[in-house]
C-alpha cells in the first residue's frame, strides 16, 4: 500500500560515516531526515523539531547514552513514533533492555542489507500511519458520540416540547369537541322546541320517546355511537311537523281530508330535509325518514320492508306508537276497547293510565311482523315489563315548590299553548321570577322535573 503522509525520520549514530550512508538509503525514498550524533542531541532535536517524527533509528553503543536509553526518553516526546535499535553486537542483555524500557519494534544488526531496510522502514511507516488513522478515527468517533449525544439530548428535548404541545392541542382540541357537541345538542334541542312550539300538544311527547328509544337501543347492543344517532332521531322524528295545521296534530284523522293526508305522509321526509344540512345528523336524518316504515312493506314514504328498515328506524316507530296511545290519546278508546275484547274484561277491572300502557302492549304485541319488527317489539315490552309497565321517570312539581338548579324534564308552555322555556333547561332565580309573573296572567299547567 502506498504511504499517505510526508514522513519525517530520526537518524542517531556517533559515527558520521553511518549517519551519511543511512541518509543516501533513505533520501530516495522522499523521506525528511533528521540527525544526531548522540543521544543527548537526540532528544534535542526531537525537543526543537517540532513537528511529528515518524521513525526513529539509534544505534546501541553511544557514548554517555546508550541506545536503549535513549528510545526509552524518546517515546516519552513521540509515544507513537516507531523505534528501530541498531546494533553491532549480538548483545542479549542491550536488546532485552530496549525492548523493555524503550519498547522498540524492531532491532537490526550492523551491517544492514541495503534493500531489506529500506522494506523494514516502509513496513514501519505504514504501521505508523494505521496507528495514527486509528487515532484520528477513534477521535472522530468520540467527536461524532458526543455531538450525536447532543443531537439525542436535543432530540429528547423537542420530542418532549412537541409532546407538550400535541398534550396541549389534543387539551384545545377536546375543549372544541365537548364545545361542539354542546352546540349540536344545543341545536338538536332548538329543532326538538321547535315542534313543542309549533304543537303544544306534542309537548314532553319526542323527549320520551326518545328516552324510551335509548332504552331499546341499548338493549340491543348497540354502540354508543348509534344509541345517541337513535336517541337524537328520536327526539326530532316530528321535526318535520312544522307547518302542518292543528287538524293534523291533533291526529284527527275523521276530518282529515286528501290534502291533510298527503301532508302528513309528507313528514318524515321534510324532517330528513330539516337535518340533511347539519353534517352530523346525516344519519339522523335517514333514521327520521324511515320511522314510518312497515315491517309488512306497507308503509311511507318509501316501502322499505323488514331488514331494509333500519333498526334505528323501527325502534323509534315501537316508541312513538308506545306514547301515542298513552300520553298523547291517540285513538286511546279504540285501543282499550281492543285490548279489553282480547283480554275479556271490562273497564273497571285496571286505573286508567295503566289500561292505557296495556293497550299500547297490546298493539305492539298484535302488529309484531306487520306494522312492527318482532324483535323490536320483544325487546321494547321486556323493558316495559321488567320496569313494572310504568315509565315516567320526572316527577311533577308546583310551580311554589320549583327551586334553582333543576331541571325540566318537558319542554314549558302555558295552558294557552305559549312557549316558555325548552326541555333540559337548567332552571335559575331569574327564571323562576318570570314564571311566577307569567303564571298570574297564563297559568302554567304541571311542570315536570327530572329526577
Known sequence: MSLKFKHTI?????????????????RRDGYRILTAASGQEGLEVLREHGKPVSLIISDQQMPGMNGAQFLEKARAIYPDAMRFLLTGYSDMDAIVEAVNKGEIHRYLTKPWNDED???????????????VENRRLSALTRRQNRELAD??????????ERTREVQE??????????????????????????????AATLAGHNQRVSALAKEIASAFGLSER???????????HDIGKLGLNERILRYDTVRWGEEDRKAYR?????????????????????????????????GFPDGLKEESIPLGSQIIAAADAY????????????????????????????PEEELLQQAAIHHLDQNRGTRYDPEVVQAFVGILKERGVQYRTERSVPLELLEEGMV?????????????????????????????????NDPLPEIYINP
Open 10 to 26: 530520526l537518524l542517531v549514530d556517533d559515527e558520521e560515516a553511518i549517519l551519511k550512508a543511512l541518509q543516501r538509503l533513505f
Open 117 to 131: 531496510l529500506p522494506l523494514q522502514v516502509r513496513q514501519a511507516l505504514e504501521q505508523f500511519e494505521l496507528v
Open 151 to 160: 443531537l439525542n439530548r436535543d432530540l429528547e428535548r423537542k420530542v418532549e
Open 169 to 198: 392541542k389534543n387539551k384545545e382540541l377536546s375543549r372544541l369537541n365537548r364545545e361542539l357537541e354542546a352546540s349540536l345538542y344545543d341545536t338538536v334541542r332548538a329543532f326538538a322546541s321547535l315542534a313543542e312550539m309549533h
Open 226 to 236: 348509534e344509541v345517541v344517532s337513535v336517541e337524537t332521531a328520536a327526539l326530532l
Open 266 to 298: 309528507k313528514h318524515p321526509e321534510e324532517g330528513q330535509a330539516v337535518v340533511q344540512f347539519i353534517k352530523r345528523l346525516d344519519h339522523v336524518g335517514l333514521l327520521i325518514r324511515s320511522h314510518h316504515e312497515r315491517y309488512d312493506g306497507k
Open 323 to 350: 306514547d301515542r296511545i298513552v300520553h298523547l290519546r291517540v285513538k286511546a278508546k279504540v285501543h282499550v276497547e281492543a285490548y279489553l275484547r282480547a283480554k275479556g274484561i271490562t273497564l273497571d277491572h285496571l
Open 408 to 440: 325540566l324534564a318537558t319542554s314549558l308552555f302555558t295552558k294557552r299553548g305559549k312557549f316558555l322555556l325548552p326541555y333540559n333547561t337548567k332552571l335559575t332565580e331569574e327564571h323562576l321570577n318570570k314564571l311566577r309573573v307569567i303564571h298570574e
